[in-house]
């Protein structure tokens, strides 16, 4: 089975213009690391579908078989992760941004409004998560379990061992 290495992608523009600090990416590494899952590759950029993307191949580039997305998930006109991110997936992987949904509504009505998605780039899998470090953790608590798994299947493997 395959190591996990997560790239870490905080999306925001006021982040990135240094009028935000960026809370949500410390967040996500503090749960991957919690979870011994590497971190190796991290970034923060603006709200720009191209940044995006960039951003995400990048961190396949660096090695990341899981890449997660902060922020830029909701229903304002700058709100274009997904977008961003259907640009570069090779296939949606529907369940784990349902899945998402799903938990998030257990916490707020507002977890309906996420448009968040989920996919796979090559043998890496890209998965949004919402702007907000609280929302985000929650959300790692529904991800992180299957984590291996998918890789593993997306890597070729069997994926017998999860069972």
């Known amino acids: 089975m395959s190591a996990l290495r997560a790239g870490i992608i905080t999306v925001s523009t006021k ?7 960026d809370e949500s990416g410390p967040a996500m590494r503090a749960a991957l690391e919690g979870a011994a899952i590497e971190v190796v590759h991290a970034d923060l950029v603006p709200d720009d579908v191209e940044r995006v993307a960039t ?5 396949t580039r660096a090695g990341a078989n899981v890449v997660l997305t902060s922020g830029g ?9 997904p977008e961003a991110t259907r640009r570069v997936i090779d296939r949606e ?4 941004a349902e899945a998402l949904r ?16 989920a996919g796979a ?11 907000s470090p609280k929302a ?11 984590l291996a798994h998918a890789v593993e ?8 061992g999860g069972h």
């Open 102 to 117: 799903a938990h998030s509504l257990t916490k707020t009505p507002h977890g309906m409004l996420s448009r968040g998605v």
């Open 73 to 81: 998930t909701g229903l304002s006109p700058n709100d274009l992760t």
């Open 93 to 96: 992987v529907p369940g784990i």
């Open 121 to 131: 780039l090559g043998g890496a899998l890209v998965v949004n998560l919402p702007g």
């Open 55 to 59: 951003a995400i191949i990048a961190a």
């Open 136 to 146: 985000a953790r929650e959300s790692l608590e529904v991800l992180i379990p299957v």
């Open 153 to 160: 299947l997306l890597g070729g493997g069997s994926g017998e």
């Open 15 to 21: 982040g990135y213009a240094g009028q935000r600090k």
